[in-house]
């Protein structure tokens, strides 16, 4: 069974600084997708990671995956408060083919303060 | 550019009450999905339609029905709703499975 696991669950940041989001799945699969939310929301997609090695990069936030050590991280560079929202991994069931079938991690609650 | 459109966006039912969520794409999609979040869950894939004339349970499909009424429109229906079921529905959609998900904005349900 595909468990998507997410650290920190909460993270509370001061501006400027630099942190990173992890994300752990228990089984094989080849794509994994980052997305944003603002509270009360919908979602937001930020990065589709497709391969092993992967690295995308938008503003402030840098994706990667390692398919072998089944790790996803996202990367904050001095952090701002516009970037406060909750992250959420999720990793496709699927192998080779998809259908979108998405499992999510319980997403990472991020906080910026001045 | 609409997108993807929920409706309702938020309902109160009463306990044994039926329901069905509307969403409608007009994106072109051809795989459309119905999650559940609740709070410190993240989002759970209840049913999904990978292509027009299919539907496949996801993760919690249990008291749930879906169906595809056309390449636009993927409707949930909960038949006799339970206060478990209180929760915030997403539908989303996408061109082909590998391409990200499209979601819309929400429908708040609460069911007494």
């Known amino acids: 069974e595909l468990k998507v696991e997410q650290n920190p669950l909460f993270l509370s940041m001061q501006e400027g600084k630099n ?38 990069q938008e503003g402030r936030l840098m994706a990667s995956l390692d398919t072998k050590a089944r790790l996803s991280t996202l990367h904050i560079t001095a952090a701002v408060h516009d970037l406060s929202a909750t992250y959420f991994c999720a990793v496709d069931r699927g192998y080779g083919g998809s259908q979108g079938n998405l499992i999510f991690g319980k997403g990472t609650k991020l906080s910026v303060k001045p | 550019n ?8 938020f309902q109160v039912l009463k306990t044994g009450q039926s329901m069905t969520l509307q969403c409608a794409q007009d994106m072109n999609h051809n795989s459309m999905y119905w999650y559940r979040q609740d709070p410190g869950m993240g989002l759970r894939l209840i049913y999904y339609s990978a292509s027009e004339g299919t539907t496949d349970k996801g993760e919690v499909p249990n008291g749930y029905n879906v169906s595809r009424l056309n390449k636009r429109e993927f409707s949930l229906r909960l038949e006799s709703a339970a206060p478990s079921q209180t929760s915030v529905y997403f539908c989303a959609s996408t061109r082909q499975g590998i391409q990200p998900q499209h979601f819309g904005d929400g429908t708040r349900l609460s069911i007494l």
């Open chain 2, 2 to 9: 609409a997108g993807v459109t929920q409706t309702p966006k």
């Open chain 1, 19 to 56: 942190y990173t989001i992890y994300c752990n799945y228990s089984t094989t699969s080849d794509r994994l997708y980052w997305y944003r939310q603002d509270p009360g929301k919908s979602l937001e997609s930020l990065f589709v990671l497709l391969s092993n090695g992967a690295v995308k």
